[in-house]
C-alpha cells in the first residue's frame, strides 16, 4: 500500500511539464504530507486512489475506495498531520457509506448506500473526464510554444479622414446670412391709406343729420374708394356708430345676426 | 508555379502583416468589400505543405509556424504562462461545458474555486464572462474566447479533443442526469455499485 | 507544388517567427549549423510573386510585404461630412475678408467662434494661418488655400460674387426668411448626422 500512495497525480497526466501539482516523490512519510498537501480536496484524492485500482472508474469498487480513503487518514491522523476539515467530512460520510453498503437490504435508508455510492462513482468519472480532457487540452500544439505568430508583423494601421463636404450655394447663402444678420436693420413701415375713427365720426354724425330714415351701415362709407380705404372705412364706421349710440346720438337695428346694420339719427 | 492572382496576394500580406487573427470580415472590409472566402481557401491549401501554414481558428485567420517545426523553434524563454493544475481544469470544464457557472465549476472539481483562477484565465483572454443564467441568483455564467481557440489549435469547439465521446458517454452531462439514468439500469444489474 | 524540403520549411519557419531580421550564420546556427544559402535562395524565388516576398537587407533577411502591396499596411478611411453651419460662415467670412483674426471673424459674425471651428477648416484644408497682425497682442490671422479656390471652382477670391449680387440673388433677404433657411438646412444637417 505504502508503496502506491508515492504515485504524484500528475503522473496520470499527460503533460507534466504544465500541472503545478504534486512532484514525484519518496515513499516515506513526509511524502505523504506533501502529496496531502497537493491534493485538492477529497474528490481529488479519491479519484488518485481510484485510478490506483488500475480498473475503469465504470468498475471501480467503492467499498475498497472507502477502505482506502479511511486508511489513508488514519495514517495522516497517526502522524499528527493537519488534515483539512473537508478530509475529515468526506471521512465520515464515507465511513457511514461503508456501514450502510454492508447492512441487510431491508434496514436501508433512502437514498439507498448503492444510490450513494453511484453518485461518488459519477463524480470521479466526471473529474476524470476533466483531468483527462485537460491534459489532452494541454498537449495540443499550442500558440507561443510550438508554433509561433509572425515574429514581427508590420501590423495594419487605418488612419482615418474626414472629407468636409461643402458647396457654393453654401458658402455664400452663410456669408448673406451673416451680412443679414449683422446688418443695421431699418423698419419701413408703408403708407396705407385709412379712415380713422375721427373722420369717420365726423362724416357719420353729418349725414345722420340729413336723413331722417334707417340708413344701411354700409352706405355711410365713401363711394368708389379703393377696397382697402373701404375696408378701414368699414371698421372706424363701424366703431363710430357704437360711439354715437352710447352717446344717445343714433339708434341701432340689426334684424339678424351678421345681417346688414342700420341706424337712424335721434332728434334731440 | 504561376503568380497567384492579386486579391490572393492581398489577403496574404494582410495577414502577414496583422498583429492578430482576423476574420473573413474583416479582411474583406480592410481590402475594399471583396469577398476573400475563395482567397483564404486557396492559401490554407498553398501553404498547408509549408513551414509556415494558415489556419482557421474561431472564425479568425493567422499565419503560423508548422507544428512540426517546434523543437527547432521553441524559445528559451517560452512566453506561454504555466498554468496551475486547478486552473487547468477549470479551463477544461469551461471550455467542455460553456457557458459554465462557477458553482458548476466547482459541483465537478469537488473543491472551492480559489478566487485568482478564473481571473488568470480571463487574464490570459481565454476565458470570458459570458453573460448571467437566468435562474434564481442570476450566476455569472462563463465561455472561452477566440484566442483560446487560436492558442490551442482549435478551429472550433468540436475540435476539442474526445469532446464527441465525452458527449456520448453522457459525461458532459449533470450527475443528476446521469443518476437517474443509471439508476434505472441499476435496478436489474443490482449489487454492481458494491 | 510537391513539399518543399525540410530544410527550407525551417529557415521559412524560423524567419517568420523571428522578431528581426537574421543573418544567414544566424539561422545556420539557429538550425543546428545546416547551410542554409540554397535554402534562402529557393525561398527567395517562391516568394518573388507573392505578396509576402522575403528579401535579404544588409546580409539579413527578412519577410516583408510585396512593394505593390505596401498600400495595404496603411489605409485611409474616408468618411464623407457635411461643414457645419458655423463652420460654413467662418469659412465664408475668411474667405471675404482675409486675412482676418479670430476677434474679427467674431465681431463679423456677432458670435463667439469656437476654437474648434477654425481648425475644422484647416484640417479641410481650406483655410490657413496667415502669420500675425503687427497689432497689440499680434493676433493669429487667418487666409484661405489654393485647395479653397479649386474645391468651390475659383480661379481667385475676385471671383466671388459681390454685396450687390448677392443681394440680387435674394441672398441678404431679411432675417426671419434666413432664419427659415437655416431651420430647413439644420433640419437637413441633423438629418445627414444620424
Given at each position: 500500500m505504502t508503496g502506491e500512495l508515492?504515485?504524484?497525480?500528475?503522473?496520470?497526466?499527460?503533460?507534466?511539464?504544465?500541472?503545478?501539482?504534486?512532484?514525484?516523490?519518496?515513499?516515506?512519510d513526509s511524502a505523504l504530507y506533501l502529496e496531502l498537501d497537493g491534493w485538492e480536496g477529497p474528490l481529488d484524492l479519491l479519484l488518485d486512489l481510484a485510478r490506483?485500482?488500475?480498473?475503469?472508474l465504470r468498475r471501480i469498487s467503492i467499498l475498497d475506495l472507502v477502505d482506502q480513503y479511511l486508511v489513508y487518514i488514519e495514517r495522516a491522523e497517526a502522524l499528527r498531520l493537519e488534515l483539512a476539515a473537508d478530509y475529515l467530512v468526506m471521512a465520515a460520510w464515507l465511513a457511514y457509506l461503508k456501514s450502510a453498503m454492508l447492512?441487510?437490504?431491508?434496514?436501508?435508508?433512502?437514498?439507498s448506500p448503492e444510490e450513494l455510492a453511484l453518485r461518488l462513482q459519477l463524480r470521479l468519472q466526471r473529474l476524470a473526464a476533466m483531468r483527462d480532457a485537460a491534459a489532452r487540452l494541454l498537449g495540443?500544439?499550442?500558440?507561443?510554444?510550438d508554433v509561433f505568430a509572425r515574429g514581427a508583423p508590420e501590423g495594419l494601421r487605418v488612419d482615418r479622414k474626414h472629407l468636409w463636404q461643402c458647396d457654393m450655394f453654401a458658402l455664400l447663402q452663410a456669408y448673406g446670412q451673416v451680412k443679414a444678420r449683422t446688418a443695421p436693420v431699418v423698419h419701413m413701415v408703408r403708407d396705407r391709406m385709412v379712415m380713422t375713427l375721427d373722420s369717420a365720426l365726423t362724416r357719420v354724425s353729418a349725414m345722420l343729420g340729413v336723413s331722417l330714415d334707417w340708413m344701411e351701415l354700409r352706405d355711410f362709407l365713401p363711394p368708389h374708394a379703393d377696397p382697402r380705404l373701404r375696408r378701414s372705412a368699414l371698421a372706424s364706421s363701424f366703431v363710430a356708430a357704437l360711439e354715437l349710440a352710447r352717446t344717445g346720438k343714433a339708434d341701432l337695428r340689426q334684424e339678424e345676426t351678421f345681417g346688414p346694420l342700420h341706424l337712424r339719427g335721434v332728434r334731440a | 508555379m504561376g503568380r497567384p492572382d492579386d486579391l490572393v496576394r492581398a489577403v496574404e500580406a494582410t495577414l502577414f502583416a496583422a498583429e492578430a487573427p482576423m476574420t473573413a470580415e474583416a479582411i474583406a472590409e480592410h481590402l475594399g468589400?471583396?469577398?476573400v472566402r475563395g482567397a483564404l481557401a486557396e492559401l490554407a491549401e498553398h501553404y498547408a505543405a509549408r513551414g509556415v501554414q494558415l489556419v482557421e481558428r474561431g472564425k479568425r485567420w493567422h499565419f503560423q509556424t508548422a507544428p512540426d517545426m517546434a523543437h527547432l523553434l521553441r524559445?528559451?524563454?517560452?512566453?506561454v504562462r504555466r498554468l496551475s493544475r486547478a486552473a487547468t481544469e477549470v479551463l477544461a470544464i469551461v471550455a467542455y461545458?460553456?457557458?459554465?457557472?462557477r458553482a458548476e465549476i466547482e459541483s465537478i472539481r469537488g473543491v472551492q474555486t480559489a478566487k485568482g483562477t478564473l481571473d488568470v484565465l480571463m487574464e490570459a483572454g481565454?476565458?470570458?464572462?459570458?453573460g448571467r443564467r437566468e435562474?434564481?441568483?442570476r450566476p455569472v455564467i462563463y465561455a472561452t474566447t477566440p484566442e483560446f481557440l487560436a492558442h490551442f489549435g482549435?478551429?472550433?469547439?468540436?475540435?476539442?479533443?474526445?469532446i464527441d465521446e465525452l458527449r456520448a458517454a453522457g459525461l458532459l452531462d449533470p450527475v443528476e442526469d446521469a443518476l437517474e439514468a443509471a439508476m434505472d439500469a441499476a435496478g436489474q444489474a443490482d449489487g454492481n455499485a458494491a
Open positions: 508515492a504515485i504524484p497525480s500528475a503522473a496520470l497526466q499527460g503533460d507534466e511539464a504544465d500541472w503545478a501539482g504534486p512532484a514525484a516523490a519518496a515513499t516515506d490506483r485500482q488500475k480498473v475503469d447492512l441487510p437490504r431491508e434496514e436501508q435508508e433512502d437514498p495540443r500544439d499550442r500558440l507561443g510554444r | 468589400g471583396a469577398d524559445r528559451e524563454r517560452e512566453d461545458h460553456e457557458p459554465v457557472s481565454w476565458v470570458r464572462v459570458a435562474v434564481p441568483g482549435l478551429a472550433t469547439r468540436k475540435d476539442l479533443p474526445g
